[in-house]
């Protein structure tokens, strides 16, 4: 019965000695009453007397710190609508390695203060989930549910090192909250992930990545995707001089449509002509263009020749990046002597500075590299604190990053338990029998309605 239990609660590594309902009184305001059960649980003896970082056997150091001989307790998975706890005695050990301790138990991690089943259903719903439904679901405080993220992150790292393998990486930032606070974000173009995320967006900032990276995997970088960002490029070509350092063609579009706005303001404003449909017809794409906004171009095409011509400009720029290799490099080539000649002082300026990025913007049509999965990154993490209403520390939220797109997140604990029939087995006749009399007594009774 004692391992019936314990594979019930997610762990056969335990004996339960003791089952026992008692009352629980919760809340500091408004006091609530409610039964919740306790597991008297204890390791098996081959998971006992154990460190609990290295997990190696020491010797005995005392019963439990200043509590004594007084049991811990582990929130654990409801068993139905109630609460549930392990409880155990924690005595400590002294570790060679890692000093004194407590000793590992099997059901929870090391300063938990609730068991690996009932963490990793957390991340997974946090990952999934609003973390206003998740709190209300686990009867959990949103600090708990951070410091529980924060563990499985932290675990899911010393077991998968992200770093490893990297040869293409996007750089980008991304604000978090007002006050220009910012996060740096590096992204591996090979999959996608998440792999290294820092407050900050600075060469400091980036330069903590490249300490972790360090320098043998450093060498191996061949690619890196940016924006503009001086010392991003400086940085990179200190610690990775390797790298091909490849501008991101959404950026150097960015620039040309500032530089557009900047006209139509300019020309609109000296004629004294108001459209309201003009922004949007000079910047959207002409297959995305609506009948007002189609008449609108066409009006600006006839009265307004700098502000065509600028339109003009921003078009040829993203034909460069769609035709890329030397077809691009040879649009580009043109369109600098386009713009720098056009005596729209606008565009001017804009070709001084993509002349000087030029290089950089050869190896994006070269390579075909973008920062679009960083950006795809950076939309989530958008959604992730929109859907948090917000993240007081940078920490957390790097943490739920992690999970959700560093590839770290558990899948749902009971997928792991899934049963897998044999042929000598009957349980799966039986569940079968049992699931089409449940089928054949509901059409009976639509039937019968």
Known sequence: MSRVFATALGDQNMVIEDVMIETETTGRMRLRSSEVL????????SQAGRCSRCRKRCPGYDAGGRGGDAPRRWRTLDVGTTKAYLQAAAPRVACVEHGVVVAHVPWARPGAKHTWAFEDTCAWLAAHTALSVLTVLLRIAWRTVAAIVARVVADGRDTNDLLDGLTRIGIDEIAYRKG???LTCVVDHATGRLVWAG??????????????????????????????AAWIHTLVGQRAPQALICLDPFHVVAWALKALDKVRVRTMTRAGIRDRHAMWAVRKNPADLTGEQRTSLAAIADTNAALYRSYLLKEQLREVFRAKGATGRQLLAGWLSWASHSRIPEFVTLARTIRRYRDLIWNTLDHGLSNAKSEATNTHLRALTKRAYGFHSPDALIAMAMLTRGGLCYNYPAASHEIRPTETSV???????????????????????
């Open 38 to 45: 306790v597991f008297s649980v204890r390791p098996r003896a």
């Open 199 to 228: 407050e900050g967006r600075n060469s400091e900032t980036l330069g903590r990545f490249f300490d972790e990276l360090g320098a043998a995997r450093a060498a191996r970088l061949t690619h890196v995707s940016c924006d503009g």
């Open 427 to 449: 349980a799966p006749t039986l569940w079968r029998a049992s699931a089409i009399l449940h089928a054949q007594r509901l059409q009976a009774a639509l039937l019968g309605q």
């Open 180 to 182: 220009h606070r910012y």
